[in-house]
């Protein structure tokens, strides 16, 4: 007799985490494959900022922490928000988790209730509906078209607002599309949300610094909605820290404090080590990120090249974060060896199996026309994938 609960029972796992696996398990077996699933930087951390790691452990910072974070991480993103945002955040505003995505659930947790209708965006990061759904609420998702780079419009969010919509949930960078909203694109929602004072937005901002189009740019800098704006961010993506696992909000100060009291019981705080070198890594010289900005974007124009070199993928040319986002649903129906593809994870399956590259499906993102790749590898591993992405769809008839 299984005796899960209905929200676990109601959850779907990971397609990231399922295709990462499903690849490991081919290269397990000696094949040699292109993991192009996951969203992690594929550099190692810099030195001065494991040197920094390193001396906590020496220095014996192995206690627990505060529930918030330690006050010399709270006052550093409070600097952060400052000097590269011009936001005024108090590190009493400041709450750090394990991780963007536990800061994320923390927050959603804190704020929906049964019943309460999130508006999401689509394509979507896996986890937002998961979360929702997780805390009982509704998914109202709208669609942001290929023609408009993914983005949707005020109009779209306009439309779903209702009596129960408690809040919006933003991602610019976008994971998956690579999509970036403009400053004048962000005031035009601000302006929707400052009529609806019952809205939080939720803006995730994981990838602010792997922006290709210039300054990025916080919905929260609109005074008219700046209390009812709750900034996701975190170290993982910027810093090429994955695995030291440090996320932290920006938030209401009530907001925060309900945040510290939720994670006092589940978590107390992140490793002690890794909050002292995500400190460090936000005071010290940031030419590491500027170093990685440039990398990841040669790689982006490397892949949307050869990309549009393959017959009937239609791909659109990311703005930011580490990711593009093809249209492949051209070969739906389409056949190799008897066997049809009929959808996204079919497509997938058929790209690890015969293509040996792995990728995401669209269908997990909300877009069932496309899928996801992530050019966070190499350029000669991005070229070779690109070389069987190629191959294989030329097989299908």
Known sequence: MKDVSARVAALTPSATIAMNQATSELKAKGIDVINLTVGEPD?????????????????????????????????????????????????????????????????????????????????YWVTYTE?????????????????????????????????????????????????VYSKEELAAIARVIEKHP???VVSDEIYEHINFVGKHESIAQFESIKERV?????????????????????????????????????LTGPATMAQK????????????????????KRRKELVVGLMRQIKDVEVYDPEGAFYVFPKVNKYYGKSFNGKKINNSEEMCMYLLTEGHIGTVSGDSFGEPDCIRISFATSDENLKV?????????EKLN
């Open 198 to 200: 019952r809205i939080y």
């Open 385 to 393: 994938a690109m070389a069987r992405m190629k191959a294989a769809l």
């Open 131 to 179: 979360l929702v759904t997780l805390c009982e609420g509704k998914n109202i998702i709208i669609r942001g078209t290929f023609e408009n780079n993914f983005k949707v419009t005020p109009e779209q969010i306009e439309a779903v607002i209702t009596p129960k919509t408690k809040a919006l949930l933003l991602c610019s960078p976008s994971n998956p599309t690579g999509s």
């Open 230 to 266: 709750v900034i996701i961010n975190g170290v993982s993506k910027a810093y090429a820290m994955t695995g030291y696992r440090i996320g932290y909000i920006g938030a209401p100060q009530w907001l925060a404090k309900d945040v510290i009291k939720l994670q006092g019981q589940l």
């Open 277 to 296: 070198a995500a400190a460090f890594a936000l005071e010290a010289d940031q030419t590491c990120v500027k170093d990685f900005l440039v990398a990841f």
């Open 43 to 123: 550099f190692n951390t810099p030195d001065h900022i494991k040197a920094a790691a390193k001396k906590a452990i020496d220095d014996n910072f192995s206690f627990y922490p505060p529930a918030a974070g330690i006050p010399e991480l709270r006052k550093a993103v409070s600097n952060k928000f400052k000097k590269e945002n011009n936001l005024d955040y108090t590190p009493e505003q400041i709450v750090v988790s394990a991780g963007a995505k536990n800061s994320l659930a923390n927050v959603i947790m804190s704020l929906i209730d049964p019943g309460d209708e999130v508006i999401v965006p689509s394509p």
